[in-house]
T-cell receptor, first 113, second 112 residues
């Protein structure tokens, strides 16, 4: 049972380059999320998707776009990477409902030079 | 503006003693609170939760306390073990949203 799978695990970009972080879950979850983790800032929500075909902004959406390709997959795109986007990115998913646990992937470490 | 804050970035506790991790929130609409634990190079994993209709929830060595009037929650670990060394995040959400807001994290180190 793979759970939440993120690719790639590591990436180095130059300022201005673009890339897409991929996320897939095999738990039949409806809701999917993208967070970034930075020292002293904790985990901050970038975008989330309550169901296939819907996406909403989180706390720090600027500079990112997302696509909920189907129920399993939720991708995060950086169109023009900036050094401020150097971070560890986590994808997560859960069933709908307030009392449902969030399951996380193992993260993507991104450096923008 | 950080809606969920953990004011202690780190905590060091001796094995066998109690670890107390604190969390404050500002949004009075939050009504469900969770603690997640994170080891290096792994994603966070769920630890324990509490609904706003309760003021305490226990699960083995872990107890979460909620003080709604103070907008404060705490996680107690008794007794602390070296394997508890990790970063702990508190999180909160309200019933009318589908998003979980996390705090800044506290790094716990349990030494022998």
């Amino acid at each position: 049972n793979a759970g939440v799978t993120q690719t790639p695990k590591f990436q180095v970009l130059k300022t201005g380059q673009s890339m897409t972080l991929q996320c897939a879950q095999d738990m039949n979850h409806n809701s999917m999320y993208w967070y970034r983790q930075d020292p002293g800032m904790g985990l901050r929500l970038i975008y989330y998707s309550a169901s296939e075909g819907t996406t909403d902004k989180g706390e720090v959406p600027n500079g990112y776009n997302v696509s909920r390709l189907n129920k399993r997959e939720f991708s995060l795109r950086l169109e023009s990477a900036a050094p401020s986007q150097t971070s560890v990115y986590f994808c997560a998913s859960r069933f709908p409902g307030q009392f449902e646990k969030l399951f996380f992937g193992s993260g993507t470490q991104l450096s923008v030079l | 503006d950080q809606q969920v804050k953990q004011n202690s970035p780190s905590l060091s506790v001796q094995e066998g003693r109690i670890s107390i991790l604190n969390c404050d929130y500002t949004n009075s609409m939050f009504d469900y609170f969770l603690w997640y634990k994170k080891y290096p190079a792994e994603g966070p994993t769920f630890l324990i939760s509490i609904s706003s209709i309760k003021d305490k929830n226990e699960d083995g060595r872990f107890t979460v306390f909620l003080n709604k009037s103070a907008k404060h929650l705490s996680l107690h670990i008794v007794p602390s073990q070296p394997g508890d060394s990790a970063v702990y995040f508190c999180a909160a959400e309200s019933d009318n949203t589908d998003k979980l807001i996390f705090g800044t994290g506290t790094r716990l180190q349990v030494f022998p």
